[in-house]
């Protein structure tokens, strides 16, 4: 979460669901989520099993014919810390700190400026590493905007996290789907432009996030 929530081997809510629910209304058709391996993601819109995967960009598929959709989410990689601890200022103040990251996972806006100096702590998923920072076993953490914003929501400990991030990069997600699938990608980006104008897809994103502070 909030990407994907999962009861009995079916996905029952998160961010996707409640996207493509939305789009299947908006198409007036019915959804059917299928569960697959992430390494086999693509087998399906391959063997038109399925007709679009959402919350994608070019560059985590293997596929270079798949057509693309326009923005589905912004989203933010994102350095965070306990409210103990300062938002950092500058990626150069992760040098030679235990910052937690995801196993597998590259970080080359990161790895780049850092080289050696870069120190990973992996763990196999941002809740692991949620659970380290909030433990003190490092003092930094990075993980996406989407999911920091949801932890601070529902999170057992969420007055612990620090509000104040630094963004390390920022980057849209799309939907992928076949040159000669069933849905065309005019169809798509015409059902997508309609739940923007009116704000579901802002409403999606509202719901797995903390209530935003008014002015007083």
């Given at each position: 979460?909030?990407?994907t ?6 996905l029952?809510?998160?961010l ?5 629910d ?19 993601l ?5 063997d ?16 270079k ?15 965070a ?13 992760l ?21 050696d100096?870069?120190?990973r702590d ?7 590493n949620?659970?380290k920072?909030?433990?003190?076993r ?20 969420r ?12 980057f ?6 076949p040159?000669?699938?069933?849905l ?7 059902a997508l432009?309609?739940l923007?104008?009116r ?12 209530p ?5």
């Open positions: 979460m909030p990407h929530e999962f009861q009995q081997g079916q029952t809510g998160g996707i669901k409640a996207l493509g939305a789009l299947a209304q908006e198409l007036g058709l019915s959804a059917r989520y299928l569960l697959v391996p992430r390494k086999r693509e087998a399906p819109l391959r038109g099993k399925a007709d679009v995967v959402c919350d994608m960009r070019p560059e985590w598929l293997d596929g014919d798949w057509q693309w959709s326009e923005t589905v989410f912004a989203n933010h990689e994102i350095v810390t306990r409210r103990d601890t300062a938002a950092i200022r500058s990626i150069y103040e040098r030679r700190q235990r910052v937690g990251t995801i196993l597998g996972y590259r970080y080359p806006h990161v790895e780049q400026p850092l080289d100096e870069f120190t992996d763990a196999a998923n941002n809740d692991q949620l659970a920072l909030l433990r003190k490092f003092t930094y953490m990075i993980t996406n905007s989407l999911y920091y914003d949801y932890q601070r929501k529902v999170h057992p400990e007055a612990a996290l620090n509000p104040l991030t630094y963004t390390v990069w920022s849209d997600t799309y939907c992928a789907l040159a000669q699938g069933k065309s990608l005019a169809t798509l980006d015409h432009q309609s923007k104008k704000g579901r897809i802002q409403a999606i994103l509202d719901h797995f996030r903390p935003r502070r008014t002015a007083q």
